[in-house]
């Protein structure tokens, strides 16, 4: 059995190789509407960086459905002919089910989040999503430990991830683990510090393999550097984003822009122009950051 996506689409699982040979990260970035969609294909294609875009089951359920954003993706990487590595991800799986019914509508790229889930049954739900997974050619990210906070509904304590673990979960057929490392996800809180160095060293050391730092918006820009030298391989990033069209999108409105009938300020695509072009540019800074900026061409085909 062969693939069944988009040819334009490739599976994560090169791209994540690429970056964990070279010490660089490869930016997740998760999706909410067209403009979001559109504004990261073609700031990647500009800037000829490889990249995952991401839906959580929240925003796949906010935009319609999982056919309205395969479709909305295979056809913005026709229109807009992107020729970069690009890869549709499921954010946080919840469930075998879920993972299956992507990978059939289309998506190249999955990750069964069973962290919630007592170690065992994360282990053999994590193997039956990676068997269903490789007969079409789509890679899949497992989560150990568990992340910090609140995204769209899926909620975790933070707890870091354990070494043994790591290394057993590494060996099932993933190609990328996700790992608690005192990672947050939304905005940090006052009393947060830093990343945990020393988990991360652990794992890497039980488990050399291509890890995800989740919460990848908000972490200062040196210890996002030293957790990519260390063996994080992908960066997910979803809340930098919305701040950015928030205070793009905030400004057009404090200057009363859509309220000038004669320049037509009311029209939705002046509206989110704005932010729409904040997202591109903090897409920009992120993977320049990340390492990732112009890296397509070190992505095996
Ligand atoms: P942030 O919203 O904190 O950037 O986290 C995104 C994320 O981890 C998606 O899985």
Redesign the pocket.
């Known amino acids: 059995m062969s693939k069944i996506y988009n040819k334009r689409l490739v599976n994560a699982h090169n791209m994540i190789e690429a970056a964990h040979q070279n010490k660089f990260a490869i930016g997740?970035f998760?999706i909410n509407n067209l403009e979001w969609t559109k504004a990261i294909l073609e700031a990647a294609q500009e800037t000829n960086t490889p990249t995952i875009i991401?839906t959580?089951e929240g925003a796949i359920k906010y935009m319609g459905g999982v056919d309205v954003v395969v479709g909305m993706v295979n056809g913005l990487l026709e229109d807009l002919n992107i020729t970069i590595p690009v890869a549709l991800h499921l954010?946080?799986g919840q469930t075998v089910e879920m993972c299956k019914k992507v990978i059939d509508a289309g998506y190249s790229s999955v990750m069964f989040d069973g962290s919630h889930l007592p170690y065992a049954e994360n282990v053999a739900k994590t193997k039956e999503v990676v068997a269903y997974a490789k007969q079409y050619e789509v890679s899949v990210e497992a989560e150990i430990g568990s992340?910090g906070g609140e995204?769209d509904g899926v909620v975790g304590q933070g707890e870091l991830g354990d070494p043994k673990e790591a290394a057993e979960v590494s060996k099932l057929g993933i190609s990328m683990l996700a790992a608690g490392i005192g990672n947050?996800?939304?905005k940090y809180p006052e009393w947060w510090k830093s990343l945990s160095f020393e988990t991360l060293e652990a794992l890497q050391k039980a488990a050399p393999f291509p890890m995800v730092l989740?919460?990848?918006?908000?972490i200062p820009q040196d210890q996002v550097k030293k957790a990519i030298s260390m063996g994080i391989s992908k960066i997910?990033?979803?809340?930098?984003l919305q701040l950015a069209f928030r205070d793009a999108t905030r400004l057009y409105f404090e200057a009363k822009k859509d309220l000038n009938d004669e320049t037509k300020g009311f029209d939705p695509r002046k509206l989110l122009a704005p932010g729409y072009k904040a997202l591109k540019t903090t897409f920009v800074e992120l993977t320049t950051w990340f390492g990732c900026l112009g890296k397509a061409d070190s992505v095996k085909k």
């Open positions: 997740h998760n991401a959580s954010d946080h992340i995204e947050i996800h939304g989740h919460g990848g918006s908000g997910n990033v979803n809340t930098e």
